[in-house]
């Protein structure tokens, strides 16, 4: 699969999915941590330092989706701010070693400000996609929090089934707690 990829999202913006650049590596930390911090969706409890990002998110395979130039520049020049230029980020790595490393796992983060234009299926087909061309023959989610509906609704659509759930398995901000769905999907 030849990366970068470019698409319109729902908004018009220019956007291309291609790998993470050294360069871009702060940009992604700071909105996992964003993400983090508003303790819906991932299960750490503390934003991560330079050597836990490095060491959960870049193990693997790290892709962004990132404004293009042009498209960066035209909303400069419209709103007078400096957008953010990472709008969306994901990792493919294998879910487990040796002989089961063939299925692979997935953790994905937007920008706030942008959710709702398409970023989270685009990069969720595309991983798809960079996935088999990378051999692997599954892909596993292991938490996915239940009230995380934009997710387990998107990866459902995606041909994704439910495995099982964990009840419990997850402490909210709020003090709730909430079960976390396993899915699954071959790609074979």
């Not at 709020?174 to 976390?180: E, P």
Request: hydrophobic share 45%; charged share 20%; with cysteine.
């Amino acid at each position: 699969m030849q990366l970068p990829i470019q698409t319109i999202l729902k908004d018009g913006t220019l956007v291309e999915l291609g790998d993470m650049n050294a360069d871009e590596q702060a940009d992604v930390r700071a909105l996992l941590n964003i993400v983090i911090i508003d303790g819906q969706t991932y299960p750490q409890a503390q934003p991560l330092s330079e050597e836990e990002f490095a060491a959960y998110w870049m193990s693997g395979d790290s892709f962004v989706v990132r404004l293009v130039d042009d498209a960066a520049d035209d909303l400069e020049n419209n709103i007078n701010t400096k957008p953010e230029k990472i709008l969306g980020a994901f990792y493919l790595k294998p879910n487990f070693p040796g002989r089961c490393s063939h299925i692979c796992n997935a953790g994905f983060i937007v920008q706030p400000s942008m959710r709702g234009q398409g970023i989270g299926r685009y990069m969720g087909e595309n991983m798809l996609a960079i996935a088999r061309t990378r051999g692997y023959t599954a892909v596993m989610f292991n938490l996915i929090f239940s009230t995380n509906t934009a997710s387990l609704n998107l990866w459902q659509s995606l041909g994704f089934s439910t495995l099982g759930m964990i009840p419990n398995a997850a402490s909210l901000l709020d003090g709730r707690k909430t079960d976390a769905v396993i899915m699954y999907r071959a790609l074979e």
